[in-house]
Each structure stands twice: as C-alpha cells, then as structure tokens.
C-alpha cells in the first residue's frame, strides 16, 4: 500500500526500466546480508511490508533481526546512524559514524534524491571497511532541472514542490 503520490511514481519510474531491469528487481531479495553487513530497505522486522524505523522500538525489532554487526537500510531519506550499545539506543545525526563504538548499528545514507531532511542536496556514504566508519557526503545538483523533469513527466507535483 502506497500513498498515491508515491505510487504514481512507482509505476511512472516502472515503465521507464527495460524488461531487463525490471527482472533483475523482481529476483532481488528483500534483506540481503554481504561481507559482513546487512542490507534491506525499510525495517527488518517484516521487511515486505518495508515499514519505516522512526523509534527506538522500531529500531530495536530490527536490531533483535540482524545477523550481521552492521545494516545499512533506507525509506525515511533521513541520514543517520542508530546505534545499539550495552543494550541502549543511540542516535546519530552526524556526518561521519564510527561503527567501532556498539555492538550494532543501522545506518541510513539518506537519499540521492527526494530528501527529507531539509538538505536538498544529494546525499550518499563512504563506508570505510580500513577504518569502520561511515562518511556521509552531501552533493548540489540542479534541483531546477530536476523540478522541470518532474513537472514534464506528469509526475505528482509534490515531488517537485520537496524540491523548493
């Protein structure tokens, strides 16, 4: 289930992917765990409903999941580290995240586009597996360019107006 603006934009971006594309994310699964770390897009807990970690009790189900000492999950387009240590939750909004300092920690790196953290530029990570850190980086873009995209594809206009 899908707020509707959101699901425009799902089925908009589908038909622009070939038939390969569209194979390679249908066989995609939903957590996938690889050299040491996990990777899912919402929660753990009940990942096919990608519910999001807001909380402490949402980042806490999905801490009680992970296999693995680190997760780096999306959904909320809001970067963060959210760290478990001695049994507390720690939240992190910094820029760089030093993964040694809990026993477990879920990172988001934010979002390339679509930003909900009142910074509209890009937003990625470096994961630094020499010194276990994470970096978060911010990069400008032509947001004008991305709104005129937007509006010229017929897509809900509330993508564009995040942008502004």
């Known amino acids: 289930y899908f707020h509707a603006d959101a699901r425009d934009a799902v089925v908009w971006t589908a038909r622009q992917l070939s038939n390969e594309y569209l194979d390679f994310l249908k066989n995609m699964t939903l957590v ?25 009790v949402d980042a806490q189900l999905s801490f009680d999941l992970l296999k693995t000492p680190i997760c780096f999950f999306g959904h909320t387009h809001i970067p963060l580290a959210i760290y478990l240590e001695k049994g507390d939750i ?24 679509q930003s909900r953290d009142w910074d509209l530029r ?43």
């Open 90 to 113: 720690h939240t992190d909004r910094g820029h760089i995240f030093d993964l040694k300092k809990a026993d477990k920690v879920l990172i988001n790196v934010g979002s390339v586009g």
């Open 32 to 56: 996938e765990e690889l050299d040491g770390i996990t990777l899912v897009h919402g929660s753990l807990n009940h990942p096919e409903f990608f519910d999001y970690i807001r909380t402490a």
């Open 122 to 164: 890009s937003s990625c990570a470096i994961y630094d597996t020499n010194n276990m850190t994470v970096e978060i980086r911010r990069v400008k873009y032509n947001i004008n360019s991305a709104v005129e995209k937007i509006y010229s594809a017929g897509l809900p206009a509330v993508n564009a107006l995040r942008l502004m």
